[in-house]
């Protein structure tokens, strides 16, 4: 093979090496230090080093082969010396020639000639000098020929654009994780706020002080214990807060009136669902179907709920989890005109109502989510928190959230058997 | 030694010279190894090196830059190399980029072993 014909084989080989390596998304210091060897191979050189811009002056040497790791502390390059290169006006690469025109060459020679370097190349990308390669020690001891320079040329634009294009990866990268994390600090701002409401609406009935917050909370766990996502669970969270905001324009006497209320009052506090539906509905909320949660929490799955009589499969999933959230916190706490329920009376109270006021899935879910807290088998203990120490004491409380699982779920999978068979 | 293919670097010492055998294709990998036992070697006392290449059939260029930092760590040591059963093609290589001129080709490591010796005794000069 003739050595012209070897030679542009290997050097070939090389930049096709090099791209890859470029193409690549392992790592950039690797990616520079390879890429460099890449180029000192091709020629065989046994110096190098790529040094890259921080924009105010200083070079930061990236990778570097033959060399002292220390040679380039305080090494710099002035701004009018970066314009040198762009303008053309400082195309001299030969470190040797004391001559040249290239300021920068002149300002360093005696360093990178002491260090065995002979050549330095810019790398420009888009208009702009992005950093240095430094070559120097052709193993053949032969002067840099004309192809030589060509190659180098060639091989130092593909590694600028390597370069720029990982540092702008990383730019990415780097922008993502900041929008993200003031996503996540907006996302906790918005939370907060909502909390803060709920409690404003709270103070307006008496009786009811952190109904709305508990409410959440319930809604949370019981989404969590029938797997829905992380933002989905979230979002249930807002929507028990934020379920009785329609009640900020029911008149405040109506919501504290201490006995049974009248069929006209009572029309007049069942407005509450739609009006928070007409309060939420305008506002862009980060979560889904916030204001129909709000909307349908107490509509019922045999179609006798308000406002619209909505039926089981009619009903959206999270409005029946904020219902029954709703309604385990109303028999759970004191009311002005009676005491709370007796614990086995609500558990009586949901396996009546399952499948007619209460969907029997969510219901099983709540009782799941209550038994493992009993049973220890949670790190905290959010629901005995909520209803008080002594509440789920007892040894009968296991067997009866147990018996109403068991129940629930026979007659859910009875319920889909038939569903099936139609 | 592993490569990263899960083979070994072989290598052997007769005397205080090490012998290295390269793997079929010295590329980044597998360059990266045997320089690091030539380190090693060398580290450990070798006043002389063969890098045998009779299961060599490849040589890219990542991997004459590193067997150019070998040729450098060994003369900084003062060591002598030798780069034995080289394929045609590579001598062809290794002859337009220059590296023959650092080091010794030797038809097989038996060559390369002698002629090392021969420099064993002589007294390095720098």
Same mark, same amino acid.
């Given at each position: 093979m003739e050595l012209s014909t070897q030679k542009l084989i290997h050097t070939f080989g090389a930049l096709a090496d090099l791209g890859q390596e470029i193409a690549g998304t392992g790592d950039f210091t690797e990616m520079v230090r390879t890429s460099m060897h890449l180029l000192l191979g091709t020629l065989a050189l046994r110096r190098g080093a790529v040094v890259e811009c921080t924009g105010d002056g200083p070079l930061k040497c990236v990778a570097v082969w033959? @060399?002292?790791?220390?040679?380039?502390?305080g090494f710099e390059i002035e701004e009018a010396e970066k314009q040198a290169f762009l303008s053309g006006e400082?195309?001299?690469?030969?470190?040797?020639?004391?001559?040249?025109?290239n300021a920068f060459l002149n300002r360093h020679r005696d360093k990178l000639a002491a260090e065995g370097i002979e050549l330095v190349f810019p790398m420009i990308v888009r208009g702009e000098v992005t950093g240095l390669i430094l070559l120097g020690g052709k193993a053949s001891g032969e002067e840099f020929s004309n192809d030589d320079f060509e190659t180098i040329r060639a091989m130092v634009r593909h590694i600028g654009v390597g370069i720029h294009t990982h540092r702008l990866l990383e730019q990415v990268a780097q922008r993502a994780e900041e929008n993200r994390r003031l996503y996540d600090e907006l996302r906790a701002i918005y939370r907060d706020t909502v909390r803060a409401f709920a409690a404003a609406i709270d103070i307006k009935d008496k009786y009811t002080q952190g109904h709305s917050e508990r409410v959440g909370k319930y809604s949370e766990i019981i989404a969590r214990e029938m797997g829905w996502s992380e933002e989905e669970v979230e979002g249930i969270q807002i929507a028990g807060y934020l379920h009785?905001?329609?009640? @900020?324009?029911?008149d405040r006497d109506i919501i504290n009136a201490p006995y049974n209320i009248d069929a006209k009052l009572s029309s007049e506090l069942n407005r509450h669902p739609s009006a928070g539906y007409e309060i939420l509905a305008p506002i862009n909320h980060p979560y889904a179907d916030i204001p129909l949660m709000a909307k349908y929490h107490h509509e019922r799955l045999d179609g006798r709920?308000?406002?619209?009589? @909505?039926t089981d499969e009619q009903i959206p999933m999270g409005a029946k989890i904020v219902s029954l959230a709703d309604s385990f916190d109303a028999m759970t706490t004191d009311r002005p005109y009676r005491r709370r329920r007796s614990f086995e009376d609500v558990v009586r109270d949901l396996r009546e109502n399952s499948g007619k006021q209460f969907d029997g899935k969510v219901v099983a879910a709540f009782a799941r989510a209550i038994l493992k807290e009993v049973k220890g088998?949670?790190?905290?203990?959010r629901i005995t928190k909520m209803l008080g120490?002594?509440? @789920?004491?007892?040894?009968h409380v296991p067997t009866l959230l147990g018996d109403l699982i068991s129940d629930l779920e026979e007659e859910v999978s009875r319920k889909g058997a038939k569903a099936q068979s139609f | 030694m592993d490569t990263p293919s899960g083979k070994l670097v072989r290598s052997h010492c007769v005397g205080t010279t090490a012998v290295v055998y390269a793997s079929d294709y010295l590329n980044k990998l597998t360059g990266e190894k045997i320089e690091r036992e030539c380190r090693r070697q060398l580290n450990c006392g070798c006043r002389a090196l063969v890098i045998d290449?009779?299961?060599?059939k490849l040589v890219n260029s990542i991997g004459v830059s590193i067997l150019l930092g070998i040729i450098d760590v060994a003369e900084k040591s003062g060591a002598r190399i030798a780069f034995s059963d080289v394929n045609s093609q590579t001598v062809q290589l290794f002859e337009m980029l220059g590296l023959t001129r650092h080091v010794v080709l030797a038809k097989d490591e038996r060559e390369a072993l002698l002629n090392l010796s021969h420099f064993e005794t002589t007294p390095i000069v720098h």
């Amino acid at each position: 093979m003739e050595l012209s014909t070897q030679k542009l084989i290997h050097t070939f080989g090389a930049l096709a090496d090099l791209g890859q390596e470029i193409a690549g998304t392992g790592d950039f210091t690797e990616m520079v230090r390879t890429s460099m060897h890449l180029l000192l191979g091709t020629l065989a050189l046994r110096r190098g080093a790529v040094v890259e811009c921080t924009g105010d002056g200083p070079l930061k040497c990236v990778a570097v082969w033959g @060399l002292g790791d220390q040679m380039f502390s305080g090494f710099e390059i002035e701004e009018a010396e970066k314009q040198a290169f762009l303008s053309g006006e400082a195309t001299e690469s030969l470190v040797q020639n004391t001559a040249s025109a290239n300021a920068f060459l002149n300002r360093h020679r005696d360093k990178l000639a002491a260090e065995g370097i002979e050549l330095v190349f810019p790398m420009i990308v888009r208009g702009e000098v992005t950093g240095l390669i430094l070559l120097g020690g052709k193993a053949s001891g032969e002067e840099f020929s004309n192809d030589d320079f060509e190659t180098i040329r060639a091989m130092v634009r593909h590694i600028g654009v390597g370069i720029h294009t990982h540092r702008l990866l990383e730019q990415v990268a780097q922008r993502a994780e900041e929008n993200r994390r003031l996503y996540d600090e907006l996302r906790a701002i918005y939370r907060d706020t909502v909390r803060a409401f709920a409690a404003a609406i709270d103070i307006k009935d008496k009786y009811t002080q952190g109904h709305s917050e508990r409410v959440g909370k319930y809604s949370e766990i019981i989404a969590r214990e029938m797997g829905w996502s992380e933002e989905e669970v979230e979002g249930i969270q807002i929507a028990g807060y934020l379920h009785d905001i329609g009640k @900020l324009i029911v008149d405040r006497d109506i919501i504290n009136a201490p006995y049974n209320i009248d069929a006209k009052l009572s029309s007049e506090l069942n407005r509450h669902p739609s009006a928070g539906y007409e309060i939420l509905a305008p506002i862009n909320h980060p979560y889904a179907d916030i204001p129909l949660m709000a909307k349908y929490h107490h509509e019922r799955l045999d179609g006798r709920g308000y406002p619209d009589g @909505l039926t089981d499969e009619q009903i959206p999933m999270g409005a029946k989890i904020v219902s029954l959230a709703d309604s385990f916190d109303a028999m759970t706490t004191d009311r002005p005109y009676r005491r709370r329920r007796s614990f086995e009376d609500v558990v009586r109270d949901l396996r009546e109502n399952s499948g007619k006021q209460f969907d029997g899935k969510v219901v099983a879910a709540f009782a799941r989510a209550i038994l493992k807290e009993v049973k220890g088998e949670t790190k905290e203990r959010r629901i005995t928190k909520m209803l008080g120490k002594t509440y @789920l004491e007892g040894e009968h409380v296991p067997t009866l959230l147990g018996d109403l699982i068991s129940d629930l779920e026979e007659e859910v999978s009875r319920k889909g058997a038939k569903a099936q068979s139609f | 030694m592993d490569t990263p293919s899960g083979k070994l670097v072989r290598s052997h010492c007769v005397g205080t010279t090490a012998v290295v055998y390269a793997s079929d294709y010295l590329n980044k990998l597998t360059g990266e190894k045997i320089e690091r036992e030539c380190r090693r070697q060398l580290n450990c006392g070798c006043r002389a090196l063969v890098i045998d290449f009779s299961d060599t059939k490849l040589v890219n260029s990542i991997g004459v830059s590193i067997l150019l930092g070998i040729i450098d760590v060994a003369e900084k040591s003062g060591a002598r190399i030798a780069f034995s059963d080289v394929n045609s093609q590579t001598v062809q290589l290794f002859e337009m980029l220059g590296l023959t001129r650092h080091v010794v080709l030797a038809k097989d490591e038996r060559e390369a072993l002698l002629n090392l010796s021969h420099f064993e005794t002589t007294p390095i000069v720098h």
